[in-house]
C-alpha cells in the first residue's frame, strides 16, 4: 500500500503528483502491461542477444 504523508495546507495537485511518482516506482503497471502478452522464451532470449550486439557496437563506437 502507498502511503504518501500530506503537509498541512498542501496543495491537492502536489500531493496527487508525488502518489504517481511513488506509484510508477513501484512498477506496478510496467509489470501488467508485461503480463498481458506472451512471449516465448525464444523471443525473448532473441531480443537480448540483439540488445547485447547493440550495446556492445554502441561501446565498440566510442572508442
Known sequence: M?????KEG???????KKFKRKFEKTGVV????RR??????SVIKRAQ?????YV????QNEE
Open 2 to 6: 502507498i502511503v504518501v504523508p500530506v
Open 10 to 16: 498542501e496543495n491537492i495537485e502536489r500531493a496527487l
Open 30 to 33: 510496467k509489470e501488467l502491461r
Open 36 to 41: 498481458q502478452q506472451f512471449d516465448k522464451p
Open 49 to 53: 542477444m540483439m540488445h547485447a550486439v
Open 56 to 59: 556492445q557496437h554502441m561501446k
